[in-house]
């Protein structure tokens, strides 16, 4: 029965951008489903995934856009940008041509988005060290000069895939205590649920993989 | 919501049936053949009105045999709840369900015209030059009439709506207008705010959703908004009944949004706004033979939009048992499209839906044998699921296909996609009918007023169904007109 108590307090729109092949759709896949996609299908347009994570105390709900990498569809993703509350930049450590299309990524990024879209760079397949291409510290300078989160992870075993969304929602959550994220301008990408009752409690439905939290 | 059923039983108990009432505890033999299918509400729009134009009539005749008598009010009322009651019967559905169910959304509005045209029509009949003046000269001599009818009225709709969510709202609409009619007349504004408030109760009682088509109608909001507004509700709902009783019900919304049904209708939206403008930014950029050209082509390809038709009379629930003539006719539909990751999902979720459809079926007949009696609540729960993943999947079809046709600029043709629509508004049409015959076979030891309800939520949620998906085919539009724009302009290029 998918009768789902209404728990969560917040909705934040994330978005997944970056070269075609970096792993971004494993990346929702592992955070969703916790499980490693060997064969990805190339995504078109765009995919979604959802999960309910607890941040600051609350129940925010991601509702994650997983975008097209293909330079084809870029036409069409942009149009996808507009609301998100975070943004997932993603690279592959081992090809350095995907490090380089960053500062594209990133235009498109702040143009199509608010001011304060938080943006967090993945530097994505951080398991292959051996055929690595970019460094830890190169990718965490250009994080720092333009003012990103930063992480390496692994869409393959897992590491840090938890982290990276969490770090960026943390970060939301923060911009909102804070006041400098306005829930009532229309494009901040989060919607406040002040309705929702507690928000304690979790469903033992067929959801609750979904929603297993790191709590 | 609790409200309405607390002051109906009181009332069923404490009041005398006016004669005719059938028996409320029979579930009365229902015809399962009965056509109430999803349909396209606006088109419902011109159909049902009609038959709300009888009412009129009936009214003027009652009035007019009432002046003529100036006696007897009692009895013209209760021919009027007679008259009601007898079209409550599960065969009646037929007509009036179909026009008034398929069309939750658009009553209202029709409704409200109906009813304008009552008074305009009783005004120049009778010759009485305004409703004011008209209730402050009757009020004299009718003051009784009027007592007699509301207390009337208000039986006849409370002992209906004690029938169950379904007849109470179809049986209840009906016999408001028909005795509200002749309240106007009789009883002025009074009688006018009172159908206008009973309607909206007895429509949002029967339609868990009714805020979202309340919304649609207003279109203030995008449907994605509104749909998820009546997804919070629903959930909302969900939370306090759970404090109260444990019994789970299955929420349409709730699943439609498991489904990402809504994030493809929201992404659907986006690409379909941006599209306009787009079109409407060519669009004054040309001047003279130039523009008028564009706008013939435009509104050709608008005009195929709108020839969109399906007949659910055609809908015959003993045809395509597994599925696959629906299969057969939908993949060569979706051929020319290159969506097929996304048609074979949509595949994949039909095939589903008919295998939950033959287990139930299943189930039911070892039942008659073991006696283990199988819970309607758990087909009514298979029902919903089935139609809010074939509904997310349609949904993200045209999505898909909107991409699609924005990046390849290829030529979709609005042909095949209105014949994709009608094909998947039958599939649900014919699913919630096969769903609803497992429904009554496994609930014929309930109560009508356990399983009515559940239902009349099970062909409320595929009509609704229909109508996204018929609102995401109409936002197509935009998207096939600038994807022709763009073509116009590569081949002048060329």
Redesign the interface.
């Given at each position: 029965m998918t009768a789902a108590p209404y728990n969560y307090s917040y909705i934040f729109k994330y978005i997944i951008i970056g070269d075609m092949g970096v792993g971004k759709s494993c990346l929702l896949h592992q955070f969703t489903e916790k499980k490693f996609m060997a064969d990805c299908p190339h995504t078109i347009g765009v995919e979604f995934g959802t999960r309910i994570m607890e941040v600051g105390g609350q129940k925010v709900k991601l509702q994650i856009w997983d975008t097209a990498g293909q330079e084809r569809f870029r036409a069409v993703t942009r149009s996808y940008y507009r609301g998100a509350a975070g943004a997932l930049m993603v690279y592959d450590i081992t090809r350095r041509s995907t490090y380089n299309h960053l500062s594209s990524w990133l235009t498109d990024a702040r143009n199509l988005t608010n001011p304060n879209t938080v943006i967090i760079l993945i530097g994505n397949k951080a398991d292959l060290e051996a055929q690595r291409d970019v460094t830890y510290e190169e990718a965490k300078q250009f994080a720092d000069e333009n003012g990103l989160l930063f992480l390496e992870a692994s869409a393959k075993t897992g590491e840090n895939v938890e982290e990276a969304f969490l770090e960026a929602a943390k970060r939301i959550y923060q911009n909102i205590q804070d006041g400098s994220l306005d829930l009532n301008a229309a494009e901040s990408g989060v919607q406040h649920k002040p309705s929702a009752p507690q928000g304690g409690r979790l469903n033992a439905d067929s959801q609750a993989p979904k929603e297993g939290c790191s709590c | 919501m609790s409200d309405g059923e607390d002051s109906c039983t009181a009332a069923t108990e404490g009041s005398t049936s006016p004669p005719g009432t059938p028996d409320m505890s029979l579930p009365v033999a229902m015809d399962t053949s009965t056509d109430v299918a999803p349909t396209r509400r606006a088109r419902r729009r011109a159909e049902s009105q009609p038959e709300i134009e009888e009412t009129p009539k009936q009214q003027q005749q009652q009035q007019q045999q009432q002046e003529e008598k100036g006696e007897e009010p009692g009895q013209a009322s209760s021919q009027s709840s007679q008259s009601s009651v007898a079209h409550t019967g599960w065969g009646y559905w037929g007509s009036w369900g179909k026009s008034i169910l398929s069309t939750a959304t658009a009553t209202v509005a029709t409704v409200g015209q109906g009813l304008t045209q009552v008074m305009e029509k009783a005004e120049t009949s009778l010759g009485i030059p305004s409703p004011t003046e008209l209730s402050a000269q009757l009020e004299e001599e009718h003051r009784q009439d009027v007592v007699m009818d509301g207390s009337n009225e208000a039986d006849t709709a409370d002992d209906l709506s004690a029938v169950g969510g379904a007849m109470g709202m179809l049986s209840s609409l009906s016999s408001v207008v028909q005795s509200t009619g002749k309240t106007v007349i009789s009883g002025g504004l009074d009688a006018l705010e009172f159908i206008g408030k009973k309607t909206m109760d007895v429509i949002a009682e029967g339609d868990p959703g009714f805020k979202k088509t309340k919304g649609l109608m207003s279109r203030n909001a995008t449907l994605s908004q509104v749909l998820r507004e009546a997804k919070?509700r629903e959930?909302?709902q969900?939370?306090e009944s759970?404090a109260s009783e444990k019994k789970?019900?299955?929420?349409y919304g709730?699943?439609f949004d498991?489904f990402?049904g809504l994030?493809?209708l929201e992404?659907l939206e986006?690409?379909s706004r941006?599209s306009e403008a787009k079109v409407r930014s060519v669009l004054t950029t040309l001047s003279g033979d130039e523009l008028l050209q564009l706008r013939d082509e435009l509104d050709f390809i608008k005009d195929s939009f709108a020839l969109v038709e399906f007949d659910d009379e055609d809908v015959d629930e003993k045809k395509d048992e597994d599925g696959s003539e629906f299969e057969k006719e939908f993949m060569e539909a979706v051929e020319g499209l290159s969506?097929s990751?996304t048609a074979h999902k949509l595949m994949t979720a039909c095939r589903s839906a008919c295998t939950n459809v033959s287990i139930t079926n299943q189930r039911k007949e070892e039942e008659e044998s073991e006696r283990t009696t199988h819970s309607v609540e758990e087909v009514h729960?298979a029902a919903i699921?089935s139609l809010a993943e074939l509904t997310a999947r349609s949904i993200e079809l045209f999505?898909?296909v909107a991409?699609?046709t924005?990046?390849s600029g290829g030529c979709t043709e609005a042909s095949v996609l209105s014949q994709l629509t009608v094909l998947l508004c039958k599939e649900l049409s014919l699913l919630s009918k096969r769903f609803t015959s497992c429904l009554t076979a496994a609930g014929a030891n309930e109560k009508a007023d356990v399983l009515n309800p559940l239902i009349t939520g099970v062909f409320l949620e595929a009509s609704n169904s229909a109508s996204y998906i018929q609102d995401a085919f109409l936002l197509l539009l935009p998207i096939l007109q600038i994807s022709h724009i763009k073509r116009n302009a590569e081949a002048s290029q060329q």
């Open positions: - | 919070e959930q909302l969900t939370t759970d789970t019900v299955a929420h709730v699943m498991d990402q994030s493809h992404a986006i690409l941006e969506v990751a729960a699921r999505h898909k991409e699609t924005l990046f």
